[in-house]
């Protein structure tokens, strides 16, 4: 992996495997350690954000744990808003969800969405996570900017 300067601080491009090509940060443990997730432009300039399920994403009862979505809605926040954050430094401060279904282990999880409003020091996002291409998690979020150090 080598480091890139893509968007939003630095990122980690990975080189092999599943998700070569794709992008992840590395400064967030817990992040880190949740998964790690992914994010790539598209051809329409939008953010895609995805991981694969594993068995330590799962609950008792064998779906994905609500809060790994939320961890990953998270971070799809940021990656939706990449343009707008335009490298500046930022926090969630406000963080939703509503859950629409479940994911198994083994599902590509995905995250779309976009910034419904930007531009000054706060950012509003919605998003939508699927498993598999189904609808798992719908999602509003609103980050802080700060100035670029």
């Known amino acids: 992996m080598s480091e890139t300067e893509y968007g ?3 990122a980690v491009q990975c080189q092999d495997g599943e ?6 940060w590395n400064h967030d ?3 880190t350690r949740s998964g790690p997730f992914f994010m790539r432009r598209e051809d329409d300039g939008s953010y895609l954000s995805a991981f694969r399920a594993e068995d330590r994403h ?3 009862a064998g779906f994905m744990h609500g809060g790994c979505l939320l961890t990953f809605a998270d ?3 940021f990656a939706i808003a990449t343009d707008a954050l335009d ?3 930022a926090v969630t401060m406000n963080l939703s969800g509503d859950f629409l279904g479940a994911v198994a282990s083994g599902a590509l999880v995905e995250a779309r969405g976009e910034v419904t409003r930007g531009g000054g020091k706060t950012i509003f996002v919605r998003g939508l996570v699927t498993g598999d291409g189904e609808p798992a998690l719908s999602f509003t979020g609103i980050i802080r900017r ?3 150090s």
Do not use: I
């Open 58 to 60: 799962m609950n008792g």
């Open 29 to 31: 443990p817990y992040e």
């Open 87 to 89: 490298g500046a430094n």
């Open 146 to 148: 700060f100035s670029k």
């Open 19 to 24: 998700f070569a090509g794709w992008h992840h």
């Open 8 to 10: 939003y601080g630095n």
């Open 75 to 77: 971070f799809a926040l």
